[in-house]
Structures are given as C-alpha cells and as structure tokens.
C-alpha cells in the first residue's frame, strides 16, 4: 500500500533555528553553552478587571524569599535570582534560565498603592492592584425630580 508523507517546509527551518541557536549561543553567553547568560525575563500576564489589575509572573523553581517586590510612586519593580542546583557535570542539558531577573511597571494612577498585595503559589507570584474607590465605576441613580419640574414640563 502506498503512503503519501505531506512535507512540511517549516519543519526543517525550525531544526535549522535550533541549530544556529545552538552553533551561535557559544558565541553570545548563552546558558547552554556554559557560559554567563545575560538577565532573563520572566514571563508575564496581566489582566484588568472591574476592581483592578491582576499581574502574574511565572518563577518555577525560585523560592519567594529570593523574590523582592518594591513601590515607589506609580513604579511597581519586582526583582529576583535563579540559581542553579546540583551539579554542573558532564552530561547535563538545560534550558531553564539562571541568574538575576527584572521586571518592572508603571502602574495606573488609579491604583490603591497601599492595598497591593502579592501571593506564590506553584511556581507563580500574582500581584493584585485593587482600583482606589473613586476610579471604580459607579451607578447613578436618577431621582423622581420634583413635582413643579414635572409640571412646568407639561
């Protein structure tokens, strides 16, 4: 029976991206190749709701005593360091990242510094930026009016 293989073109740039990252990381400081990487950056989600901002930044593997969160002003900087465990023998492939990272924001105005509030669960630290009162949005309720403007009306 004949079998048809449907060829993929990208398929074999990818191999050829990981290959030039492999041949070029030696030359750039690349982790992998041994070498002091630069600074990494965490990734990050951030989410707006009604009462706020919601920022959660992925650090597996980084215990929250390596972590430091500070405000000032309107500037949120979150800062930390990955440091490798174990031993760095012959044989070990890795594709995690090591060193110090920086993330840092600049918040809303309408923000409620002080009730800025951080927790670590499974490798994520969520920082929750609750809206100050007077920027959450309200309803206004529309009063009856009074009884000469419904009759100057009619």
């Known amino acids: 029976m004949l079998s048809m293989t449907r060829w993929n073109p990208f398929e074999e740039l990818t ?5 030039m990252d492999r041949v070029f990381g030696r030359y750039v400081g690349d982790e992998r190749a041994g070498t002091p990487a630069a600074a990494w950056i965490p990734a990050t989600e951030i989410n707006r709701g009604d009462e706020g901002w919601r920022v959660r930044i992925a650090l597996p593997g980084i215990d ?5 969160i500070d ?3 309107n500037n949120l900087m979150i800062a930390g360091e990955r440091t490798r465990g174990g031993s760095d023998g012959e044989g070990r492939t890795s594709e995690f990242h090591y060193g110090r990272f920086e993330r840092s924001f600049t918040l809303p105005a309408n923000v409620d510094a002080e009730k800025v509030s951080a927790d670590y669960a499974h490798g994520v630290l969520e920082l929750t930026l609750p809206l100050a009162e007077t920027a959450k949005p309200r ?3 529309i009063g009856a009016g009074s009884k000469d403007a419904v009759e100057h009306a009619a």
């Open 71 to 73: 405000l000032h002003g």
């Open 139 to 141: 309803r206004i309720a």
């Open 15 to 19: 191999g050829l991206h990981r290959e």
């Open 64 to 68: 929250p005593k390596d972590v430091s």
